[in-house]
T-cell receptor, first 112, second 111 residues
């Protein structure tokens, strides 16, 4: 069966520091991969999605970037974090775009 | 603009009753519809997928899809306190390569 791993579970970072969140999927090949952010009490905001290695689509202009160096690995990065980057970051995967997405456990990011 | 609309709630339902959650969408060509449950502080969990008009039942959950009226609903029978959560409706629009999520309905089951 397929599983998705996302780490760390919580992260506290100072303003201006870099960020790297990693997500890996097991048990499937060539999944669609997604990064979402959810502010407290709010809905899901799609940040990036990828349909293959090296293919990244950005949904919202911001100081975040994403990379997919391997088939089942998706990385969310920032060079300098802003206070507004705080939130609950979720990685998700799907077999293809018509099928449901399955979420990792998320990373709660607090910026101080 | 592609939208998925849900009443934010909270929707309060007595234990044992039927909870009814509704969602409307704006793209007539949409073909994939999903319901997720999200407990506070946790990630969304898929509970139902529906692709054709009519009802689809899975245990205490029934998803209903009406493409002509562009709405999808979720019924929860015999509601339990453990059903208290935010329920997210999600729609795969025909013109987009991603799923659009509604902002969710908060459901509270009172004992």
């Amino acid at each position: 069966s397929q599983t998705i791993h996302q780490w760390p579970a919580t992260l506290v970072q100072p303003v201006g520091s870099p960020l790297s969140l990693e997500c890996t999927v097991e048990g499937t090949s060539n999944p669609n991969l997604y990064w979402y952010r959810q502010a407290a009490g709010r809905g899901l905001q799609l940040l990036f999605y990828s349909v293959g290695i090296g293919q990244i689509s950005s949904e919202v202009p911001q100081n975040l970037s994403a990379s997919r160096p391997q088939d089942r690995q998706f990385i969310l990065s920032s060079k300098k974090l802003l206070l507004s980057d705080s939130g609950f970051y979720l990685c998700a995967w799907s077999v293809e775009e018509m099928q449901p997405q399955h979420f990792g456990d998320g990373t709660r990011l607090s910026i101080l | 603009q592609k939208e998925v609309e849900q009443n934010s709630g909270p929707l309060s339902v007595p234990e044992g009753a039927i909870a009814s959650l509704n969602c409307t969408y704006s793209d007539r060509g949409s073909q994939s519809f999903f319901w997720y449950r999200q407990y506070s502080g946790k990630s969304p969990e898929l509970i139902m997928s529906i692709y054709s008009n009519g009802d689809k039942e899975d245990g205490r959950f029934t998803a209903q899809l009406n493409k002509a009226s562009q709405y999808v609903s979720l019924l929860i029978r015999d509601s339990q306190p453990s059903d208290s959560a935010t329920y997210l409706c999600a729609v795969k629009y025909s013109s987009a390569s991603k799923i659009i999520f509604g902002s969710g309905t908060r459901l509270s089951i009172r004992p």
